[in-house]
Nanobody, 115 residues
Framework: QVQLVESGGGLVQPGGSLRVSCAAS????????MAWYRQTPGKQRELVAR???????IYTDSVKGRFTISRDNAKNTVYLQMNSLKPEDTAVYLC?????????WGQGTQVTVSS
């Protein structure tokens, strides 16, 4: 099976930066899509950013220009560089991998933006 482990979350001041990582392990090929979602209380889980195996990316409008998703296929790791963080970015950030018709989720890492 595939295991996803996120890291890098924490507390950061507004305007600050943070990079979260998601390392995939187990039975997985290099042909898969990786994404970051976030979940806040009272709101539906939303897609933050997505990257395909070829490097194509999409972002939700609220993070465009501030967040950058990238991947290191050799390490089976996806990163989300978050700059100019806002309190509204506070959420549990969840790593997601889609391979074929199977979806895998990490446990999530808490990102809190507060002064």
């Amino acid at each position: 099976q595939v295991q996803l482990v996120e890291s890098g979350g924490g507390l950061v001041q507004p305007g600050g930066s943070l990079r979260v990582s998601c390392a995939a392990s187990g039975s997985i090929s290099s042909i898969y899509t990786m994404a970051w979602y976030r979940q806040t209380p009272g709101k539906q889980r939303e897609l933050v950013a997505r990257i395909t195996n070829t490097g194509s990316t999409i972002y939700t409008d609220s993070v465009k220009g501030r967040f950058t998703i990238s991947r290191d296929n050799a390490k089976n790791t996806v990163y989300l560089q978050m700059n100019s963080l806002k309190p509204e970015d506070t959420a549990v950030y969840l790593c997601n991998v889609v391979r074929g018709f199977v979806m895998y989720w990490g446990q999530g890492t808490q990102v809190t933006v507060s002064s």
